[in-house]
């Protein structure tokens, strides 16, 4: 899962895929990045932590990093929150393999759409409606594989 800076969206994708996971009892690795470093080592920004927790889901514990070209490496699927961290993402792959791995994260639920997961950081749009956004599109995720 993968965002700007790592402290918003993909925590909460993180975090809503991890537990969709643990509940199927999915051998899954599920991770999370920032296209920037602006917030490496930190937790994820208090308002996504509290939106989590009112569906009884902990991201507390994680912490931002930016993501890195072996990311594209180590991962089966790399999803990213919106256009701008797709171009960041496709620029740091090496073939035409990788690339194929970068997947906008709503087009799971809309195939096709290039719908953008809003950043909430500046309260343009609301956490909530971010994780219900993401909420949807891991389920799909997880009901496609």
């Known amino acids: 899962m993968v965002c700007l800076g790592n402290i918003c969206r993909s925590p909460l994708a993180e975090g809503i895929l991890k537990h ?11 991770d999370s990045a920032g296209t920037s470093g602006f ?6 920004d208090r308002r996504s932590i509290a939106e989590a927790k009112k569906h009884q889901i902990d991201i ?3 912490r931002s990093r930016q993501f ?7 991962y089966d699927l790399i999803y990213v929150m919106d256009n701008s961290n797709l171009r960041d993402v ?3 792959a090496k073939n035409e ?4 791995k ?4 709503m087009n799971e639920l809309e195939p ?3 719908i953008n997961v809003p950043d909430p950081y500046y309260g343009e749009y609301g956490f909530e409606n971010v994780y219900s956004m993401l909420d949807k599109a891991c389920e799909a995720i997880i009901n496609k594989y």
Request: aromatic share 4%; charged share 30%.
């Open 20 to 30: 969709k996971v643990q509940e199927r009892n999915l051998n899954w690795e599920v």
């Open 39 to 44: 917030h490496a080592g930190e937790k994820p």
């Open 60 to 62: 507390s514990e994680q």
């Open 68 to 74: 890195r070209g072996w990311d594209l490496e180590s």
């Open 90 to 92: 496709l620029s740091l």
């Open 97 to 100: 393999e990788e690339k194929a």
């Open 102 to 105: 970068v997947i906008l994260i």
């Open 112 to 114: 096709g759409s290039n």
